[in-house]
């Protein structure tokens, strides 16, 4: 029971710090840096403020320990589909590997962030 905990904590917090730590701190520090992916891949640039809000109150479902189940399951699932299109995105657009690998990536650790929370739910 641990041992999934930690797990879960640590996969979730990959998760956070790569879809709402890294992209709000963009948005404060460094907001010309803001919409430089999503105008490589012909998005507009309200685009990339609507996602960063879209991840971020995501991410804080996900974690907030409060959040009913349900909407924990649609958080889930919105951060999913984000990473699924950015590989979209990056294959159809710029066809650069490391680019699409990426959200795969990252999509593994917030399944493995999914799986575990399911495990300490009926744990508990």
């Given at each position: 029971m641990k041992k999934n905990k930690i797990i879960f904590w640590i996969a979730t917090i990959i998760i956070a710090l790569w879809e709402a730590?890294?992209?709000i701190s963009c948005w404060i520090f460094a907001p010309e840096y803001m919409t430089v992916g999503t105008k490589a891949l012909s998005y507009p640039d309200y685009f990339a403020y609507a996602l960063v809000i879209a991840k971020v109150v995501g991410v804080v479902a996900v974690i907030y320990p409060k959040t009913p189940r349900n909407i924990k399951e649609w958080a889930y699932a919105g951060l999913g589909f984000t990473l699924i299109f950015a590989?979209?995105?990056?294959?159809?657009?710029?066809k650069n590997i490391g680019y699409m690998m990426m959200p795969l990536a990252f999509l593994g650790i917030l399944a493995?962030?999914?799986?575990?929370?399911?495990?300490?739910d009926s744990n508990d």
């Open positions: 730590v890294m992209p590989f979209i995105s990056h294959a159809c657009v710029d493995a962030s999914y799986i575990y929370s399911q495990k300490n």
